[in-house]
């Protein structure tokens, strides 16, 4: 099964949402003009919150074709969740993806993975896809090996999962997001390839063929080709270099590089 490429942009905390029509405009003309495939690479967005709305009327208005997602969800469908964001609310903007358990989210806000197991279920239930995160810290990759920690919390996000549910998987080491030291590309495609093990083993095997599989953790554009050779690596969630447009925009033509 050939499983399509996809480049996805987190912004994190990053562009209000004037500089976001300016930034997607950009992107948009830079591909344009470099004769970019739209279709041989899914490229994904993920704005702050407050920028969703007008991100999203501008790739209905101008036909852009990236897809749209929300950087977390709420376990909760409504209710007294003050600051929270319900995935109902994302799919009404015609949000098609949600990151959930990033490592930041695990860190800062002390998400458990019984917490990122009831936010993915959240997602399902409103036809959203999770982008789930999963990685180890350097303490853990000395402690435990590379794959454990990932896989451990792969394998609780899964459960309750059914078999046809459309995800995707991210690993993010997180000693190496924001350090400028990647992870190599065999160190990527052996966790990798572990963790769509797990899909097999949790969902089956057709599922684990679908499952699109990233890598992030300091992606640039001199780096990316050497993941994407690898067989079990089906793109990337980049960070810090999706803010930048000349450098998102070569990532995404990653192609260019591989030479497929």
Request: aromatic fraction near 6%.
């Amino acid at each position: 099964m050939t499983r399509t490429p996809l480049i996805a942009g987190n912004w994190k905390m990053n562009l209000d949402h004037l500089q976001a029509v300016a930034f997607v405009q950009k992107l948009h003309w830079t591909l344009k003009e470099a004769k970019h495939d739209k279709g041989s690479v899914e490229v994904a967005v993920f704005p702050p919150y407050t920028d969703l709305r007008t991100v999203q009327t501008l790739l209905d208005a101008d036909k852009i074709e990236f897809a749209l997602g929300g950087q977390d969800l709420s376990a909760h469908d409504s209710g007294a969740y003050t600051g929270e964001i319900s995935g109902q609310f994302l799919a009404k903007l015609d949000a098609k993806y949600v990151i959930i358990g990033h490592s930041e989210r695990r860190q800062f806000h002390h998400e458990t993975d019984e917490v990122i197991a009831a936010k993915t279920q959240a997602a399902l239930r409103h036809g959203l896809v999770p982008v789930i995160c999963v990685g180890e810290t350097s303490e853990d990759l000395e402690k435990f090996g590379a794959s454990a920690v990932p896989v451990g919390q792969l394998e609780v996000a899964l459960e309750g999962v059914s078999a046809d549910a459309d995800i995707v998987v991210a690993y993010e080491p997180v000693w190496a997001i924001g350090s400028g030291q990647a992870a190599t590309p065999d160190q990527a495609q052996e966790v990798c390839a572990k963790l769509r093990a797990v899909v097999a083993d949790k969902l089956g095997a057709d599922a684990a063929a679908r499952t699109r599989v990233l890598y992030g953790g300091s992606v640039k554009s001199g780096n990316i080709a050497g993941f994407m050779r690898e067989p079990d690596v089906d793109g990337a969630l980049v960070g810090g270099a999706s803010l930048v447009v000349d450098e998102f925009a070569a990532i995404i033509r990653f192609q260019k590089h591989v030479g497929v």
